[in-house]
């Protein structure tokens, strides 16, 4: 290339892909290309474009991103774009490869804004345009959030199909197809009792289509039982995006912030089973109250504090040399200096705690054992075989009921008084059926449960208040309505070999 030709590229970007401004990007090209054109020693190099691409960040920008990587290979001498709001609305991404460009020996030129960044005044307006272009995103997002929070509060549906319901207009329309899918699903888990992954399973072997038309699993029959749409009420603004530079989506934990509307449109079930099938899926669930990812999965998610921030730990799994998997658990906050824990010091440190604060395990053995001799006596006469015939006559009658509702048979205030009368006698039957199986000897098993040799996960969650761990290996213990034990930990060996011992911190 002659030392008296520049080879110029220019740079163009709309923000949406609506026809208008694509007819936009294509003047822009021709503009450029006469622009260039019309300067004896330039060399149009190429036009590279972006269509709805915000400029708050150039991780999407393929053209940009390719404009960029062309210039680092030495096959451009100088960028012409508009102004500096189309060549970014980020602050930093604009001075950074502004300032990346001029050492590679490219200036940019912003026709509009009357900037050349190799001039000596040139970073100094980029600045001050660049922020002026950033704050003007800003005000764009605030504004668009506003007008979509008014929009929600009128009952504005967005968001697009779901199993069931077709939105049309902004409004929910009930897709009686999908319908019949979604009532199932309640029926089969509210009255039928079976788990999520049973009815995923029966979905896939009969062919139900999912409206992406992909495989059943858990997670999405779980969300269909969680779904508020489908009772009638309308829940949005459940996801919001906090920096509107990286227009990274975060799920919305405020409810305050979100906009809730009861009887929005017609409802897929009835609210009697819609309420019925939350306290099941409360009742199922292992943990109730816990915003951690594991809750369902471990014995101590949401209960391991850290001493030194307040955060939750969260758990890592390793693989150990001899296969083992060795579980730990950590402070998630960046730079924070608690260091980790190793899952069996923490359940070793719980079943020390119990055995410090119980009484004598033989004799609270024995005590539990007189009282289950006495219900035994009680409840000497009850059938245990009967009592079971019963309860499975009762829960038949109780999905007969479920599905007389769903095709109408009953009013939802019949419903409701049936389901009562069943459910009363469902809990007088499971209160005797509890005490007629308390006929066997449990007094070795409840001696081999109190003295805590052997940790169990399930005691430890159910007796587990919290535990804070603390620096110089110290955890704090607190048992469920008993006060904070304070243990300094020990440890040695490794693996199988690997013991625990705990010192009181008086």
Known sequence: ??????????????????????????????????????????????????????????????????????????????????????????????????????????????????????????????????????????????RVKWGQRRQMEKGVVFGRNMLGYDVIGGKLFINEKGAEIVRSIFIKYTAEGKSTRTIADELNSCGAQSLRGGKWNSTSVLRILRNEKYVGDLCQGKTCTPDPLDHVKKYQHDFSKMVYIKDHHSPVISRDLWELTQSELKRRSPVSCDSSRFSSKHWCSGLIKCGLCGHNFVQRRKKLLSGDDYYAWRCPAVGCKCGSVNEKVLLEAVCFTLKLLLPDAEQMAEHISCNINNAKAMNSGASIAGLNRELRKLESSKLNICRKLADGLLSDDEFTTLRLQIQNEISQLEEKLSAANQQTDFLSAIQELLTFNTPNTSICREVLENITVLPCRQLEVRLKGSPTVKLTCKTSGRCENYSVSFDIVK
């Open 1 to 142: 290339m002659s030392d008296n030709i520049l080879r110029a590229a220019a740079y163009c970007r709309v923000s949406t892909d609506k026809d208008e401004q694509k007819n936009s990007i294509e003047s822009q090209k021709q503009f450029f290309a006469d622009f260039i054109s019309s300067h004896k020693n330039w060399q149009l190099s190429e036009i590279y474009f972006d269509e709805g691409k915000s400029g708050t960040t150039t991780k999407n920008r393929s053209g940009f991103n390719a404009m960029i990587a062309d210039c680092k290979k030495g096959l451009i001498d100088i960028i012409i774009t508009k102004e500096v709001s189309r060549f970014a609305r980020n602050t930093v991404d604009t001075l950074m490869y502004t300032r990346m460009l001029k050492k590679l020996g490219i200036n940019v030129i912003f026709l509009n804004d009357g900037i050349d960044t190799l001039q000596s005044d040139g970073e100094l307006r980029l600045s001050l345009m660049s922020c002026i272009a950033q704050e003007e995103s800003r005000k764009t997002s605030e």
